[in-house]
């Protein structure tokens, strides 16, 4: 970086949208599909769905590859946007009330860095 550069504008942070969409859709959905399947378990077998709140296109893109209903998905972006790292533990604070002990519960996440994640867990308490 020089003042040149800088006074020209060619710093900037660019992202191909659609790009990072399509990427985003393949990885969180592919990943809790294969979680299923790896673990003989079926959209039936699972509570809720806990998924980043970055897009709802893509949460609903996760949801019908896992053969969810949107009555299975816990979403709240509507309420505050894409929290980043607390999206997950913030639908599961805000849904505590409606979770029982040994919910089947799958928390998938899209984040920085093109990573993506999901995991499986058994709900160990009635909701408060």
Not at 45 to 55: E, T
Not at 96 to 124: C, P, S
Request: hydrophobic share 45%.
């Amino acid at each position: 970086a020089s003042i040149e550069t800088v006074m020209a504008k060619e710093h900037f942070a660019y992202q191909e949208g659609q790009a990072v969409f399509k990427f985003a859709v393949k990885g969180m959905a592919d990943v809790s599909a294969e979680l299923l399947e790896r673990n003989n378990l079926t959209g039936h077998d699972i509570a809720w769905l806990v998924p980043h709140q970055a897009n709802l296109r893509i949460i609903d893109a996760t949801a019908n590859r896992m053969g969810l209903p949107k009555e299975k998905v816990m979403i709240n972006i509507d309420k505050y946007g894409n929290t980043t790292a607390g999206t997950i533990p913030l639908c599961l604070w805000e849904w505590e009330k409606k979770l029982k002990k040994g919910d089947n519960i799958v928390l998938a996440a899209f984040g920085g860095g093109f990573t993506w994640g999901a995991t499986w867990v058994k709900w160990a308490y009635d909701g408060k």
